[in-house]
């Protein structure tokens, strides 16, 4: 193993490679600062470029992005009570009082500072867990990945927030456009309604440009009206002092800690992690009356959890070939375009890509402390820039993207169509997760089922009552159940 780590170390320490996670750290920064550009929609609008990169060099542009967007999304959350991305949200609750009382610098210090010390505790949980699940992994079969894919769609449904039942309608359009194409086993044309350009099925990053890029863009065109404070002038102090360290740290270890589990859970992501540090964190504290108010435990809490959960998600999407978020899922096809199959094989047949995804991941994370604290100003500044402006480059960046793809101008109207579903979506607040993991794991759960009958000679029964494709059924039936039966315990009785 230490072979393998040393080998997947020079892979990175290449110029090319280190200058691609440079610009992808930048950016996710600069799609984190501006509200609505999210590290979903960064990953997605951006993996186009990559296609033309090594694996090394493109998977260091992405994971860049994705580990620098968050952070930069706390900028305006704690600025102008603005999340700038879903894993946000915790921080504005104590980022901005902080802003108001004037340590908005302060603020944006610990943001950067943690946000780097979540990843890099998250980071360590990769390496020493991922290897020891993968090889669990591989002693599943057809059956067992079957239960796994229908497990991680329903629990996508099951953190739907309130839209549960819209959740679950979104997975099983998901699931219906992943049987677009050819019958995996037999090859006979499915749903292409004659268009012979839909054999190969419905391409995913077109589908995921527009639903989180042009949809992005459509919605702030229809909310343009809105007006957003103003960042203050003067942020002051940066770099936290040593007796405010020492106050941030019971909230930074509960962050990382909650942020890497929840990460590791199939679509849970980094706003359910941030959360659940923030509420955890405040019933530890003896100042509870204090969070919500510009509590540093409570801004150290939501955001060392933010960047933990990264580390979480990519454990189950690399081990397990599940996203354990949007960003990660839009990693999948990024990995499945240079050629690389996330799952438990990548850990037999490919360690050292391995060990240089986890080098990747800590040089990231420190790339993201600096630029959080030397870019804090600019970044600041970037929350004047003009909407239109960015409206026209994620409209360009997208068409060009999904053309470059296949050379098709169908995916780029797929994006469009795309866009326009993701927009109305969001209008009716419908979840675009489960439709996302839905297009994922819909083929994954459909060879898997069938290749399991086949091999059981059409024994459904025999199937499913394997052991641990039972304990997954059971898993999938109570992460559907348990939001309804909350829902109703908070209705008021008549």
Same mark, same amino acid.
Do not use: K, N, Q, Y
């Given at each position: 193993m230490g072979a393998d780590l040393i080998e997947g170390l020079l892979a990175v320490l290449q110029w090319k490679v280190l200058g691609f996670l440079a610009i992808g750290v930048t950016l996710g920064a600069i799609f984190g600062a501006l509200p609505g550009l999210t590290a979903t929609m960064g990953v997605a609008v951006l993996t186009p470029l990559t296609f033309w990169l090594s694996?090394?060099?493109?998977?260091?542009?992405?994971?860049?992005i994705y580990g620098g967007a968050i952070p930069g999304g706390g900028i305006?959350? /704690?600025?102008i009570n603005v999340p700038g991305t @879903? %894993?946000?949200i915790a921080t504005s609750w104590d980022g901005y009082p902080m802003s108001k009382k004037g340590q908005a610098g302060l603020a944006l210090g610990i943001n950067a500072l943690l946000s780097a010390m979540g990843q890099l505790t998250s980071i360590f949980f990769l390496a020493v867990a991922a290897f020891p699940i993968a090889a669990f992994a591989l002693r599943f079969g057809p059956a067992e990945y079957f239960g796994l894919a229908l497990f991680g769609i329903s629990l996508m449904a099951g953190v739907s927030g309130k839209q549960v039942i819209k959740g679950m309608l979104a997975g099983m359009l998901g699931l219906a456009l992943a049987v677009v194409g050819l019958d995996p086993r037999t090859a006979y044309p499915r749903y292409n309604y004659g268009y012979s350009e839909f054999l190969d099925g419905i391409s995913f990053v077109p589908v995921m440009i527009g639903l989180f890029g042009l949809a992005e863009v459509l919605t702030q065109i229809s909310e343009r009206h809105l007006q957003l404070d103003k960042p203050p002038s003067a942020l002051g102090r940066i770099w936290p002092k040593a007796a405010e360290w020492k106050k941030m740290? @019971?909230?930074?270890l509960t962050g990382a800690g909650v942020g890497t589990l929840v990460g590791a859970v199939p679509a849970a992501g980094g706003d359910i992690g941030s959360v659940i540090a923030w509420e955890q964190a405040r019933r530890m504290s003896p100042n509870k009356k204090q969070f919500g108010k510009g509590a540093i435990e409570g801004l150290a809490a939501s955001c060392s959890a933010c960047n933990a959960a990264i580390g979480g998600a990519m454990t189950t999407m690399l081990t397990l070939g599940i996203p354990g978020d949007a960003p990660s899922a839009v990693l999948i096809g990024a990995l499945l375009i240079h050629g690389i199959q996330p799952g438990p094989l990548l850990f037999r047949d490919d360690r050292v890509f391995v060990f240089s995804i986890v080098c990747l991941m800590v040089f990231a994370a420190l790339g993201i402390m600096v630029i959080g604290l030397l870019g804090a100003r600019p970044l600041a500044r970037a929350l004047r820039l003009p909407n239109a402006w960015l409206w026209a480059a994620i409209v360009l960046f997208g068409t060009v993207g999904s053309y470059a793809l296949n050379n098709a101008v169908?995916?780029?109207?797929?994006?469009?169509? %795309?866009?326009?579903i993701g927009f109305l979506f969001r209008k009716a607040q419908i979840p675009l997760g489960p439709l996302v993991l839905g297009m /994922?794991?819909? @083929?994954?759960m459909e060879s898997n089922l069938r290749r399991a009958l086949i091999l059981s000679r059409g024994d459904w029964f025999g199937t499913l009552?394997?052991?641990?494709?039972?304990?997954?059924l059971v898993a999938t039936l109570l992460s559907l159940l348990l939001p309804l039966l909350r829902a109703r315990k908070k209705e008021p009785s008549p």
């Open positions: 694996a090394e060099e493109g998977l260091a542009m992405l994971l860049g305006p959350a /704690i600025l @879903p %894993a946000s740290l @019971p909230g930074m169908i995916d780029v109207w797929v994006m469009f169509v %795309a866009g326009v /994922i794991l819909g @083929p994954m009552t394997r052991p641990i494709v039972l304990f997954f």
